[in-house]
C-alpha cells in the first residue's frame, strides 16, 4: 500500500496483509533517497555536518541542528560552552519549533483523516508567521543551519524579539484554543479516532518509541526533563501525558505540548539576556578531541539523537544518528493490527513521520 | 454518528475565519487592489508592474487567512535571506575581493566551488582567481563560504527567481557570472554593509589585499592579472 502522500514516493510504503479489510499484519518498507546522511557524515568535517543536519528532518532543522552541536560541543568540553544569550536563543528556537512541527502534524493529520485541508491551512498559519521569524533571524525559513559549536551563527537582528514576544505573549495561545474548539469536539473526528490504533505503554517502552507517540500512552517521559541540556532546567513547564495511547491522544498530546511550549517561551523571551553570542572564535577549523559523545534533544517527534565518536583529527570516525520518525514507525504494526485500510492512514499520520529522517 | 455540537462549533470557527478575511480586507482598502489581471478591460484589476509589488508583512497582528498573491504580492526580503553565493568586486578599483585562497571551497559541504589562481607573467602566483566556478545546483544554500571567508569576498544573493530551461550549462556560474559590485552588496545588505564588524573588516582586508597583490606582482604588470569585471551589471 501506498505511496499514500506525494512525499513518500519511492522511500516509504507499507506491506500490508489483509484479511478482507482487517490488517492481518504490516510490515514498513523503508526505501531509499539515497542520501547516505550518516556516511556523509564521516566525510564531512564536523562544521560541514550542521547544514546536512538541517535535512534529517526537515521541518525541526533548528533542534536538529541543537542536538548534533549538543553532541560535539560534549567532545569539545568547556572551551564550547555557549554563552548565556545564546543559551536562551538556542531554547527559543527549539520551542518555536515545536510548535511550528506540531501545528504541521495536527494539520496534516486532519488532512490524513480526510479533512481535505481547511484544517492544516488554518495550523500553517501560525507556522508561517515562525518560519518569518526563522528566515528574520538565520537566512532560511526551513534549512536554518543557524548553530555553531559553543554558540550560534549570528545575534538576532533587531526588532526580532520584540516581534517574537508579540507573537508568544498573546498570539498562539489564541490560536491554539481555536484550533482545539474547532477541532477537539469534533464527532467526525472522534468517531474516527477514538479508540483506533491504541498503543500500550508497555509497547510504547519496548518499541522504543518516543517523543508524543511515547507521552500519549501514558509515559511521561521527555529528554527536557530526564536529562536537561542547555538551560531547560531553568524553566517551568509541565509533561502533558494521554490516558489510553490512541489515536485521539497522539492528536490531543501535541496541542497540550504546545502550550508547554508557549509558556517556555514566555519564560526565555522575558529573560533573555544581552551578551555575546559565542564562545571562543569562529573557525571553520575546529579542534575536536578523541573521543565519543551521544548528545539527545527532545525534537518535537521525539528523542533525536547523535553518537559521534572522534578520533582527533577534521572529521567524525564514526556519526550515527537515532531518528524519532524511523524508529517510530517500528510500532507501527502494533498499532495497525485489528484495523481497517482506512484507519492505517490515519495511524500513520498520527505518527507524524518526515521522510528525510526515515531514509538518512 | 451524530451530528452534533462538536461540527456546529467547528463550522462556526470556519464561517467567523472566512468573515474576518474579507472584513479584513475591506478595512485595509485591499479588497478591490490586489488581485491581479491582465491588461484587457474584462480584466478588471490591474497588475502591478514589475518591481512595484505589494510586500506584505505578516506580524503578531495579522487576521484572517493569509495569502500572499506571488508574484502580485510579496513576502518582504530579510537582509540575512540567502540563495545562491556571489562575489564581491570593489566599485572604487574594479578589484575582485576574492584572493583565491580556497577557503570557502574547503568549508562548502557539498563541495560545488572550485577555482584556479591567477598568475603574474612572470609565472608566479597572484591572489586574484583566475577562475571561479560553482555549481548552482549542488550549492545548497548553507552560507557557510559567506560566513568563513576572510576576506568577505564571498557573499550570499537573495535573488530566488532562478527559473531555467536548462540545467548543465547556465547553472554553472563562473567568475563573470558571480561578480557583483560593493554597490550592489551594499544596497541589499544594509545592515551588514555599515555594521562596525564589515566596516573594520574592509578596511583590514584592504590594507592586506593591497600589500599582497604589490608584493606578488612587484610593482608592473598589475593590470593584467586584474580579473575585468567590466561585463557585470549588478
Ligand atoms: S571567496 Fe573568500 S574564501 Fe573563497 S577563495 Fe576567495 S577569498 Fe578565499
Ligand atoms: S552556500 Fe554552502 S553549498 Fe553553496 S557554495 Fe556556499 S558553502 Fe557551498
Redesign the pocket.
Known sequence: MGPQHPSTHGVFRMNVRVDGETIVGLKPVMGYLHRNHEKIGERNTFLMNMPFTDRLDYLTSMGNNFGYALAVEQLMGDEAKPPERAEYIRVIMAELTRVASHMWSVGFLLNDLGAFFTPALYAIEERELILDLFEWASGSRMMCNYFRFGGLAADLPPGWIERCRAIVEDRIDRRIDELDRYLSGNEILLDRTKGVGILSPEDAVNYSTSGPVLRASNVPYDVRRAAPYGIYDRFEFAIPTGRRGDLYDRYYIRILEMRESVKILKQAVRQIPEGPIMAGKKSYQIKVPAGEAYGRVENPKGELGFYVVSDGTSTAYRYHVRSPSFINLTALERMCLGHTIADVVGILGSLDIVLGEVDR | MSIGQGVLRGHWVTLSRFILTFTRDFRDGFAFKRRAGGSLLVDFFQAPARGEERVVRQDAATDGLFTVEYPEERLPVYERFRMLPV?VYDDEDGNV?????????KVCPPQC?W?SQAKSPKGTVVPL?EDFFIDMDVCMNCGL?AE????D??KMDQNFELANYERHQTHIFSLQDLLVSSAYYSKTHPEAWSGAEETAERAKVAKKKDQRLQKALGGVARTAAKASPQAVEA
Open positions: 562575489l575581493r576574492c584572493t583565491s585562497c580556497n577557503i570557502c571551497a566551488i577555482m582567481p563560504c568563513y571567508c576572510p576576506f569576498a564571498i
